[in-house]
């Protein structure tokens, strides 16, 4: 039997540049804290070896703290460690690939052809490729297979399995194209929110180490997988870890007829507390429902009274609550407001119709003298 773990799409020096430049430069040594973590825990649960399969740096351009963080780590933990990079740290002639500056138990897939390195004291195997270049449109895998199936055989790659296939600069594997090549375990890179393990757990996704956006919900960090094999047959066993120091978050609150501003933030922060979101999470939270026509919802107010969650994006989606019929025949300005933001109002175009909505909540609220900013 062999331990490994499987992490990628780790983006060490990530600009995060969704956040304020404070924000950010924590979120980029929380991210290499995340990392050293992930490699502790490879050293004290005993893994055999760490496949990384791409997008360990987030561009070309690597700073030298994140590079003497990545050769201690990957030296303290003294057994193999492979790299396959991917579209966002490919192995051009320029990248840090190519330079003789990793300790000696790291091995590098610089070609975007497979070449494989034999372990034989775990009777393993280990396949790889990598990209060359920020595109590979072609998949090597095609026409190759493993050269001994007694072997406990592993695939280390990055590649798009779940975007589409036509114009996919990602390099676009098919589970059809893991089967041929016929790997026990295929430890694949680049998407960033993984579906579940294939094929009886043949081949994986890890996803990110640390998420750096909305669009990556979750806990975030990397697999633990144990193969034996008998008899040809391999048996995998997939645990999932989480190393991330936060986690984004998406989510919906319905507003019940509040009043003033004040009942806003109330509504917010009982629902963070009860949803038990925490200083870990960074949360967009869309506000729905009808409120009344004066009160216009101050969000970055909101947003920044929160001391709770690390970081809260609002987005106010609610509707006054406002008779427009009525509006339609008032003879006071109120009606003539309305009537002159009508064609916004009805306009085909959504974020036009926005635009004429919020124009006339505003006016309601200054016609109406109400403080509910």
Not at 44 to 53: E, G, K, P, R
Not at 175 to 192: E, I
Not at 226 to 252: H, L, P, Q
């Amino acid at each position: 039997m062999i331990k490994l773990l499987h992490t990628g799409d780790i983006h060490l020096d990530s600009p995060f540049s969704g956040l304020d430049s404070r924000s950010a430069e924590i979120r980029r040594n929380e991210l290499r804290a995340a990392f050293t973590s992930m490699m502790t825990y490879a050293r004290m649960n005993n893994a055999d070896l760490i496949l990384i399969a791409g997008d360990v740096f987030d561009g070309d351009y690597v700073t030298r703290e994140t590079l003497l963080l990545l050769c201690r780590e990957f030296e303290n933990f003294g057994k193999p460690v492979f790299i396959a990079p991917g579209n966002h740290d490919s192995a051009t002639p320029s990248s840090v690939w190519q330079k003789n500056i990793f300790p000696k138990n790291v091995f590098v897939f610089k070609d975007d052809e497979v070449s494989s390195v034999d372990l034989p004291e775990l009777n393993t195997t280990v396949y790889g490729f990598g990209f060359t270049s920020p595109h590979m449109t072609t998949v090597p895998l095609i026409g190759k297979s493993v050269a001994d199936p007694t072997h406990i055989n592993l695939l280390l790659c990055h590649c798009d399995m779940v975007g589409p296939k036509n114009g996919n600069t990602n390099c676009p594997v098919t589970p059809d194209h893991l089967d041929n090549f016929g790997a026990d375990y295929s430890a694949l890179g680049h998407v960033h929110n993984p579906p579940s393990p294939g094929h009886d757990g043949r081949w994986c996704y890890p996803g990110c180490l640390e998420p750096r956006a909305f669009d990556e919900t979750g806990a975030k960090g990397a697999c633990m997988v144990e193969i034996s094999k008998k008899n040809s047959e391999a048996s995998i066993a997939i645990k999932r870890v989480r190393f991330a120091k936060r986690r984004y978050e998406r989510d919906e609150l319905r507003l019940n007829d509040p009043r003033t501003q004040a009942d806003v933030r109330a509504a917010v922060a009982d629902f963070i507390s009860e949803k038990k979101y925490g200083e870990d999470t960074l949360l967009s939270l869309k506000l729905t429902g009808y409120i009344p026509q004066s009160l216009v919802i101050d969000t970055e107010a909101i947003e920044n009274s929160c001391t709770s969650l690390f970081m809260l994006r609002l987005e106010d989606a609610t509707r006054p609550d406002i008779d427009l019929a009525a509006l339609e025949s008032d003879i006071t300005i109120k009606g003539e407001v309305y009537r002159n933001l009508k064609p916004s109002l009805t306009s085909s175009d959504e974020q036009t119709r926005e635009i004429g909505l919020r124009a006339l909540r505003y006016a309601m609220s200054a016609l109406a003298g109400d403080n509910t900013f």
